[in-house]
Every structure is written in C-alpha cells, then in structure tokens.
C-alpha cells in the first residue's frame, strides 16, 4: 500500500511540476495535506480540480464547474482538515462547533441538518451535513470522514439553492472519490520546529 501511495505522491508531484503555471485540471485528481494528514480527490465529471485559486485564503484544493473560476462559479468546493479534541471527535462535534461558530459571529439564524451517511469509493465511512442561514445566505454541504487524529472535511458552496440542489450529485461523486493516504512531511533543514 506504501508503493501505491508513494507512486501515487510522486506522480502528483511530477505532474505538478510539470506544470508551473498549473491550470485547472477538469475532472483531476490531487492530494490534500498538511502536517499529520493527507487524502485524495477527484474532481466530477464536468468540474476541475484547481490547487492554485484558492492558496490566498489557505484552500490547496478547490473545485468548480468547468468554464467558471473560483471566483465567479455560482457553486464552489473545497477541502480541509481539522485536529480531533477533547470536545470535537466526530462529525456531528464538528457541525456542531461549525454552527457555533456562526451564531458567535452574527450568523444567528445558521443550522445544520444531517442528510445522509456513505461510504467512499475505497470503503471509508463518511457523513453529509447541510447547512444554511448564514448572513451572506449561502448554502452548504459538508462530508466529513473522521479519521484516528482528524476530521478531513469536502465543503461545497453555493447561494442560490435550485443551483445548490442541482449540484447535490457532483459533491457526492467527490466526496465518494475520498482516499486517505498515510503522509510524513519533513521540513527541510533550519526551518522551524
């Protein structure tokens, strides 16, 4: 399985820099990670896959409909992962610490629902939460995967709600395309520990 991720990890490298003016991928596939973490997307069939967009506000992985951008796509998508803590465990902690969040800045009318629970591609148990109410009126939906020390999360974003429910099937297919990946990252030498 180390062969497979490792190959898997240079490939994505090699195909990264053979790219340095990085484009959006349609349908692409890449790697999320960061210290203690790691997993694989693949964008839906009619979207791509865009790891440059998005790194301004901290996102490595964003998504959109092919022929938008990541700023002008009526529906986006993105990843991220959160630590595990004493109080946030599992996916309904971390709906509920979102739903907070929201309330304590000014969103007072924000709420989640669960709407389904998966499994990935690859077997992994996930969970779909809705979201809405916030003050910019966005609609959400949120797959969350709990692994051993984190919770990876697929995010997809859109205002309007008919095109929210329209692409209801496209954040399926991505958050089912979920393949975590075991990753160690080694900071080079003199950087801070």
């Given amino acids: 399985m180390k062969i497979i991720q490792s190959f898997s990890f240079l490939l994505f490298l090699f195909l990264l820099s053979a790219n340095c003016l990085a484009q959006p991928i349609p349908e692409g596939f890449g790697i999320v990670y960061g ?7 693949k964008a839906p069939k009619g979207w791509v896959l865009d790891n440059q967009s998005g790194v ?5 992985a964003v998504f959109y409909p092919k022929g938008g951008t990541w700023d002008d796509s009526p529906v986006v998508a993105y990843a991220q992962s959160r630590p595990k803590t004493d109080t946030i ?6 709906a509920q610490a979102t739903i907070k969040k929201f309330h304590e800045d000014g969103s007072l009318k ?27 009126g966005n609609n959400e939906a949120v797959a969350y995967y709990v692994e051993p020390k984190r919770i990876n999360f ?28 075991e990753v160690t990252i080694t900071p080079p030498p003199g950087a801070a520990k």
């Fill in 56 to 60: 301004s506000q901290g996102m490595h």
């Fill in 110 to 136: 924000y709420q989640g629902k669960l709407a389904k629970t998966f499994k990935s591609n690859t077997g992994q148990d996930g969970v779909i939460y809705y979201f809405s109410g916030d003050k910019w």
């Fill in 89 to 94: 465990k599992s996916a309904d902690d971390a």
């Fill in 35 to 41: 210290q203690g973490f790691g997993f694989n997307l």
């Fill in 154 to 181: 697929i995010v997809m974003n859109a205002r309007e709600k008919a095109i929210f429910d329209q692409s209801l099937p496209a954040f399926e297919e991505l958050a089912k395309s979920y393949k975590p990946m």
